[in-house]
């Protein structure tokens, strides 16, 4: 059976996404944070309907700029409710919401959300399950596993024939630096 590797290559909207940004390394905390949101979207549902409905996601959540999101009141939460562009699931909008007060502690307690991921790499896929379900919302362990190997915390995005993994690793991305 094709995987990733595979299928993405050329199409108009997996491709981009698999050429330039899975399993890159992410340094900022709102491409973080809007990687989470994402993946939390992506439950029951496909990632080719969460890429098509990317560019309405960002515009819903202001670029997903963590202190706007976590600012989100119950007027905000009513009109992402109501925005026919993006996927209008009450708990995936009151997560988002909820995990960008989250991520917000997080930047004050440790400086950033990547210094958080950074203190607690390397954890095993079950290790890092357990600590995003007492951290964040709405963060099962196929949500866990793919925000890490999107974001370069865990390895598993691109087979190792793949072209785009040998960009991949010359980034250095957490999980190659064990």
């Known amino acids: 059976m094709p995987d990733y590797c595979d299928l993405a290559p050329g199409h108009p909207f997996h491709g981009p996404y698999h050429d330039h940004e899975y399993g890159f390394p992410v340094n900022e905390d709102d491409v973080l944070f809007e990687r ?5 979207n992506q439950a029951g549902l496909s990632w080719l309907t969460v890429l098509k409905k990317r560019e309405a996601f960002n515009a819903a959540f202001e670029g997903f700029v963590v202190p706007r999101v976590a600012a989100y009141d119950d007027r ?5 409710l109501n925005d026919a ?3 209008r699931n009450r708990l995936k909008v009151d997560a988002a919401i909820h995990n960008a007060n989250v991520v917000q502690g997080l930047q004050k307690e440790h400086g950033s959300f990547k210094a958080w991921l950074d203190l607690h790499h390397p954890l095993s896929l ?3 399950v357990r600590l995003f379900k007492r951290t964040f919302r709405f963060t099962g362990p196929e949500i866990v596993n793919e925000l890490l190997m999107s974001t370069g915390y865990l390895p598993g995005a691109h087979r190792d024939d793949c072209p785009v993994q040998a960009r991949i690793l010359a980034s250095h991305p957490p999980w190659s630096q064990g």
Request: hydrophobic share 50%; aromatic share 6%; glycine share 6%.
């Open 36 to 40: 989470l949101v994402l993946e939390i």
């Open 76 to 80: 905000e939460r009513k009109r992402l």
């Open 85 to 87: 562009g993006i996927i």
């Open 126 to 128: 079950d290790e890092w």
